[in-house]
Nanobody, 124 residues
């Protein structure tokens, strides 16, 4: 069992930055690939970024490439999402997720453990 808790969300103006964190507890965090997803009102949950257990491979949705960076600190059992140059269309609830298998551009049904989410609101 892996428990995930996101933090760092908030309200920011377009062009601003936020750093999301996801703290994991339970089974060995370093065994798991991690992902960030987001869900806007009335839309399906979508992939944002993923990172392999070692941190040596990452993947991003086209909409966030060059603006968002995923990273992890296995010593702290934490994965991060640095979000720069935020746009109003980045607004949504951001979730972190964990699974034993790393997949580029994974879909939500490929991740087994989920956090409760943190709200990100970007105003124009």
């Amino acid at each position: 069992q892996v428990q995930l808790v996101e933090s760092g969300g908030g309200a920011v103006q377009a062009g601003g930055s936020l750093r999301l964190s996801c703290a994991a507890s339970g089974r060995a965090f370093s065994n798991y690939a991690m992902g960030w997803f987001r869900q806007a009102p009335g839309k399906e949950r979508e992939f944002v970024a993923g990172i392999i257990w070692s941190g040596t491979m990452t993947s991003y949705a086209d909409a966030v490439k060059g603006r968002f960076t995923i990273s992890r600190d296995n010593a702290k059992n934490t994965v991060y999402l640095q979000m720069n140059s935020l746009k109003p269309e980045d607004t949504g609830i951001y979730y972190c997720a964990a699974d034993l298998y790393y997949r580029e551009n994974g879909s939500p049904d490929q991740y087994y453990y989920w956090g409760q989410g943190t709200q990100v609101t970007v105003s124009s």
